[in-house]
Each structure stands twice: as C-alpha cells, then as structure tokens.
C-alpha cells in the first residue's frame, strides 16, 4: 500500500464550478499537510499547509484535514481557468521526509 | 518565485555522459532534497541533505550521488546516463525545523539522447 494515495483524475469542470480534490494516507506519523499545484513542465508551487484537523481558509482555497480518517482536501471555489493544472498533495512526518501523492489533473473550462 | 534556484534549466547530452545539476536553497534553509519526475509520473524522492550531511535516500539510482557543500549549495551528479533518465530533476529546500514547509524550485529538465 502507498503511503499517499490521491486520484489521479484527470478532473474537467466548468469555470466558476467548486472543485473538490483528496488524498488518504496511512502513516499517522504524518503531522503537517501540504497542497501543491504545478503548472506543466513548472516547479510544484506550495498551496496550503496544515498541520491540525480542520478547516483553513485562504481565499477561493480551502483545506480540510481528517485525522482520525487520514483524509485530506482541498476545495477550490469559483473556478478559473487559470486554476488548470495538477494539484499534489504532500505530508511530513516528524523525521522531516516528505510524502507526495501523484498529483490530480484538473482542467477548467471557460 | 520560491527563492530555490535551479541550473541549467535545460540540459541535452548523450548515454553514457556525465552531468551535474546544482542547487542553491533558499536563505536560511539548512535542508535540500531532490527529486525526480518523469513524464506523466509523479515527484520520486532521490535523496535529503542537512547542514551537508545526507539524512535520508530515496530510489536513487548507484549512479547518482549527490552532495550538500559548506555554503548549502548542493549538486546531484548522473553519470553512465541512459535513456530512462530523462526527466525534469527539482530541488527543493526546508528549514527543517519548526514548520518546515518544503519550497522547490524550477527544476532542470534533463534529455539523454
């Protein structure tokens, strides 16, 4: 079993739609959670980071992190096309090693 | 800009060369890692520094080393290059403690012709 497992896609919405993309894991050592979105052939560029369950808010980007079921999202609301591009999630364990999921495809259509 | 900086952003060479990609980190990060994505798959960890010393290793191939210099720079070096070794190679920096976000940068896109 991967340590990460995310969906990957390819997701195709309409502008302006709520997009909702996951992870799970199965580490618990995991404590902090990262989201990533890379535009083609660009470095991954740092999104959200959290390290506690819950919600954080951060402009048309929202986080979730479920800890009892090592689920994690990210909603992006009112969708642009601009948003076209594959989204990564990450986390760290204490040990600062980094887990990467293999990146969702998402594409919006204007 | 995520103030990690990547050269040479692009690279061709032939199988069986030698080549070097190098990394400055970002100010005051004292931990590099890098990673490897080939076409149409996800980031494969290759291998972690701290403060010049190696902390972790990824699926880094016997081939490949890689080091982290006094002033944090670090280089990964390919060698005997093959084919399957084209990829896009991103460095990525971390202050290591405390939060410890993982910032990368541009990459360097390899092609072995």
């Known amino acids: 079993q991967k340590e990460v497992e995310q969906d990957p896609g390819p997701l195709s919405v309409p502008e302006g739609a709520i997009v909702s993309l996951n992870c799970t894991y199965s580490?618990?050592?995991?404590?902090?959670f990262m989201w990533y979105r890379q535009y083609s052939r660009k470095g991954p560029e740092l999104l959200m980071y959290?390290?506690?369950?819950g919600n954080k808010e951060d402009g048309r980007f929202t986080a979730q992190v479920d800890k009892s079921s090592k689920y994690i999202s990210l909603f992006i609301r009112d969708s642009q096309p601009s948003d076209s591009a594959t989204y990564l999630c990450a986390m760290r364990n204490t040990g600062n090693q980094f887990y990467f999921g293999t990146g969702t495809s998402l594409t919006v259509i204007p | 800009d995520s103030g990690v900086t990547q050269t040479p952003k692009h690279l061709i060479t032939a199988t069986g060369q030698r080549v070097t990609l190098r990394c400055s980190p970002r100010?005051?990060?004292?931990?590099v890692y890098w990673y490897q994505q080939s076409l149409d798959q996800g980031l494969q960890f290759l291998i972690q520094y701290y403060n010049g010393e190696e902390r972790a290793k990824g699926n880094i191939l016997e081939r490949f080393s890689a080091q982290q210099f006094p002033d944090l720079h670090s280089e990964l070096n390919l060698s005997s290059l093959e084919l399957g070794d084209s990829a896009l190679y991103f460095c990525?920096?971390?202050?290591?403690w405390g939060t410890g976000e993982l910032f990368f940068g541009e990459g360097s896109r390899l092609t072995v012709l």
């Open positions: 959290t390290y506690s369950s």
């Open positions: 580490n618990s050592a995991f404590q902090y």
């Open positions: 990525a920096s971390s202050v290591y």
């Open positions: 100010s005051g990060d004292l931990s």
